[in-house]
């Protein structure tokens, strides 16, 4: 029953920055992952942050460590992912999925049961 809808994606030129939002339904629970993957053209889906629902601890992939911040609203159960400092490197599809199995936040996208449908991000060179 857990739905996961993703926005904010687009076209940014390098060094700009843009807010991908994750609204989810149907978590009625504190507990478990939300996280953010990517995926290139040609390239296998990658991990890039992830948050426990409980807002406890963050991951961020090397690749965006210092770049990228993800947080929480409780409530509504969004996910946010503030991007800076973008890079045309970054340009991928992102997926908002969660891991209601856990509270490890895994790099997998294995671990994770539910899955937005992805909203595209741009970075021109």
């Known amino acids: 029953q857990v739905q996961l809808v993703e926005s904010g994606g687009g076209l940014v030129q390098a060094g700009g920055s843009l807010r991908l939002s994750c609204a989810a339904s149907g978590l009625t629970f504190s507990t478990g992952v939300m996280g953010w993957f990517r995926q290139a053209p040609g390239k296998e889906r990658e991990f890039v942050t992830g948050i426990t629902i409980s807002g406890s601890s963050t991951r961020y992939a090397d690749s965006v460590k210092g770049r990228f911040t993800i947080s929480r609203e409780n409530p509504k159960k969004t996910v946010y992912l503030q991007m800076n400092s973008l890079k045309p490197e970054d340009t991928a599809v992102y997926y908002c999925?969660?891991?209601?199995?856990?509270?490890?936040?895994?790099?997998?996208?294995?671990?994770?049961?539910?899955w937005g449908q992805g909203t595209q991000v741009t970075v021109s060179s």
């Open positions: 999925a969660a891991d209601l199995a856990r509270a490890i936040i895994s790099s997998s996208p294995r671990a994770y049961d539910y």
